[in-house]
């Protein structure tokens, strides 16, 4: 019963860390094909059809 609560938090936990490695000027790279710059970002939109998003 609490699956889709538990997957949501994790969800967005795992959106919250991209976006903080991601703005963090030390950190190369993050592949997360949820940020907007990630070169999959496309492709996972269209496979997850929204899905798999923190939002």
């Given amino acids: 019963m609490t699956l889709p609560l538990r997957l949501r938090r994790h969800l967005v936990g795992a959106q919250r860390v991209a976006e903080f490695l991601d703005g963090d000027p030390r950190v190369?790279?993050?592949?997360?094909?949820?940020?907007?710059?990630?070169?999959?970002?496309?492709?996972?939109?269209?496979?997850?059809g929204g899905q798999g998003s923190a939002r």
């Fill in 28 to 48: 190369l790279h993050v592949a997360y094909p949820e940020l907007p710059a990630d070169p999959q970002h496309e492709l996972a939109k269209r496979q997850f």
